[in-house]
């Protein structure tokens, strides 16, 4: 299964930042699958993954991929609407569980990164600031960018953060030198 593949995209969706969405290195995976039409609205929208499976319990060994990008639905449940677009076409975080759904999702996608691979995380923070979201992972990103689709002042914000999976043995400590 893993033949050449390094790449893993652990909550595809629709695949809409990827240039190439059927990259020959990578595994798409989600939790659902839904065929083209499944929105009204957005007649060519389909979450079709390789694999079915939940970014919280992937069913991968230890340090298989040098990429993982992790791009969760960042909207509650109880905020998404039941037949809601932005549910259907990104889905949704539970509104109890997202805490510890979002710690084991990392912890899974730590666990499946191999030693300096990068992990890259898109955060959207129209439900919940990143800065809480942060607070939960057990790594710091190395470094981040913050992008608008507008310029008012209470327009959510897209956060780009990049992580390396540095080994503890190689991870030289400094003082702080900001």
């Not at 039409?37 to 957005?42: D, S, T, Y």
């Not at 942060?134 to 960018?145: A, D, H, M, S, Y």
Request: hydrophobic share 40%; with cysteine; glycine share 6%.
């Amino acid at each position: 299964m893993l033949d050449n593949k390094f790449i893993l995209d652990a909550c595809c969706g629709g695949r809409m930042m990827w240039f190439n969405k059927k990259h020959p290195n990578t595994i798409y995976i989600d939790i659902r699958k839904e065929k083209k039409g499944h929105i009204a609205a957005v007649p060519n929208h389909e979450v079709n993954p390789d694999i079915v499976m939940d970014f919280r319990n992937m069913d991968f060994p230890d340090k298989s991929f040098k990429l993982v990008v992790w791009d969760v639905p960042h909207l509650l449940s109880n905020r998404c609407g039941q037949n809601g677009i932005f549910r259907k076409k990104f889905g949704c975080l539970n509104a109890e569980t997202w805490q510890s759904d979002l710690k084991k999702g990392f912890s899974e996608c730590w666990r499946v990164l191999d030693d300096y691979g990068v992990l890259v995380f898109k955060w959207n923070d129209k439900n919940i600031p990143a800065n809480k979201v942060l607070q939960l992972l057990p790594e710091r990103p190395l470094f981040g960018n913050i992008s608008s689709g507008s310029s008012h002042k209470n327009a959510s914000k897209t956060y780009w953060f990049c992580f390396m999976k540095i080994p503890i043995a190689n991870m030289e400590v400094k003082g702080n030198s900001s």
